[in-house]
């Protein structure tokens, strides 16, 4: 629905320089940026949890779902103490609120998602970039996440010693 001052017309262009810009992984065309991840979400109905709640055996993930997006990485940072050294980084994923949609996908707290041969989990979503200030013109979800052990996920076959 277009505003009083942001006619359809703006905010189909908007719509088009970005799938441009991004890349459409449901139309498999690919953009300039044209950056993928791979978003998990944890299936509770497989997940077996004991009388506290935890998944002791491992969690259960759901097939991932792959979308285009703009990704702002911050410097890695290592920590060293008795155990070892811990290496930390945080990172900004801006995902097209429309490609989320066409996905049929919620992202939401605690989903995991895959990108530059790590696993990182979402700790917080920002969906208030409007356009034309208007309620109904969300354009985009932005998810802040950090660095996670790939042991701790169970996606994966971990080497063990």
């Not at 009083?4 to 953009?31: C, I, P, Q, Y």
């Amino acid at each position: 629905m277009a505003g009083r001052f942001l006619s359809t017309r703006d905010n189909n262009f908007f719509h088009k320089v970005n799938k441009e810009l991004l890349g459409d992984s449901f139309r498999s065309k690919e953009g300039i940026i044209n950056q993928e991840v791979t978003i998990y979400q944890l299936d509770e109905r497989e997940t077996p949890v004991d009388m506290y709640g935890e998944a002791a055996s491992g969690k259960s993930w759901k097939p991932g779902v792959t979308l285009k997006c703009v990704i702002d990485a911050e410097d890695f940072d290592f920590n060293t103490d008795e155990f070892g050294p811990e290496r930390n980084q945080n990172v900004t994923f801006a995902f097209l609120r429309d490609s989320v949609l066409e996905s049929k996908t919620v992202i939401s707290l605690g989903d995991v998602v895959n990108w530059n041969y790590a696993y990182w989990t979402i700790s917080s979503l920002n969906e208030n970039q409007l356009i034309g200030g208007m309620q109904d013109q969300n354009f985009s979800v932005v998810a802040t996440a950090y660095l996670t052990r790939l042991s701790s996920l169970g996606i994966e076959q971990v080497r063990a010693i």
